[in-house]
Antibody
Framework: QIQLVQSGAEVKKPGASVKVSCKAS????????VAWVRQAPGQGLEWMGW????????QYSQRFQGRVAMTTDTSTNTAYMELRSLRLDDTAVYFC???????????WGQGTLVTVSS | NFMLTQPHSVSESPGKTVTISCTGS????????VQWYQQRPGSAPTAVIY?????PSGVPDRFSGSIDSSSNSASLTISGLETEDEADYYC?????????FGGGTKLTVL
């Protein structure tokens, strides 16, 4: 059974960093990309970027360029997304998703709530 | 930048058919595949249509997708509406800048 299990909720202060993990089971990260999508409270879905091990490719949304870093650890089959210089409007649920060819998502993690508050 | 525009909300009665549109801002929406995701409150999205009109395993055939090049839009049609179909629906495509989501449509089944 394919699953993506994310780390728990976080509360951070403005200016801090957060690192969210996404552990895959039922398949290997090497075979597919991992995308990160966030959803602010009451808002729609926003793509942040994706990373793929199989073709050594990373692409970030221009909105997050310079503030986000996506990595993978193939030994633990886990992907990570780190967002730096947090702002109040970074408060959102962050999802990881299995990315098929960078263009669509067929499995999603359960989401991680990141709250940025002073 | 390429954008996808969806109606904010639609509503229909159980047993009826509803269509949700997703209009591309520029270029041809047919140039890249369109996906549709269903998101119930408090849950992660799940795919209901991929590559314009393909249904993932387990999605009932009441869900169908299409592309209309003349209006530069994609559509998600749900027939035989059930109360469990009440959810937010997002279209998604991509361009060289990355992945784009529509703003989402809230479907109310009343």
């Amino acid at each position: 059974q394919i699953q993506l299990v994310q780390s728990g909720a976080e509360v951070k202060k403005p200016g801090a960093s957060v690192k969210v993990s996404c552990k895959a089971s039922g398949y290997t990260l090497i075979s597919y990309g991992v995308a990160w999508v966030r959803q602010a409270p009451g808002q729609g879905l926003e793509w942040m970027g994706w990373i793929s091990v199989y073709n050594d490719h990373i692409q970030y949304s221009q909105r997050f360029q310079g503030r986000v870093a996506m990595t993978t650890d193939t030994s633990t089959n886990t992907a990570y997304m780190e967002l730096r210089s947090l702002r109040l409007d970074d408060t959102a649920v962050y999802f990881c998703a299995r990315s098929v060819g960078a263009t669509r998502f067929d499995q999603w993690g359960q989401g991680t709530l990141v709250t940025v508050s002073s | 930048n390429f954008m996808l525009t969806q109606p904010h909300s639609v509503s229909e009665s159980p047993g009826k058919t509803v269509t949700i549109s997703c209009t591309g801002s520029s270029g041809s929406i047919a140039s890249n595949y369109v996906q549709w995701y269903q998101q119930r409150p408090g849950s992660a999205p799940t795919a209901v249509i991929y590559e314009d009109n393909q249904r993932p395993s387990g999605v009932p055939d009441r869900f169908s997708g299409s592309i209309d090049s003349s209006s530069n839009s994609a559509s998600l049609t749900i027939s035989g509406l059930e109360t469990e179909d009440e959810a937010d629906y997002y279209c998604q495509s991509y361009d060289r800048s990355g992945v784009i989501f529509g703003g989402g449509t809230k479907l109310t089944v009343l």
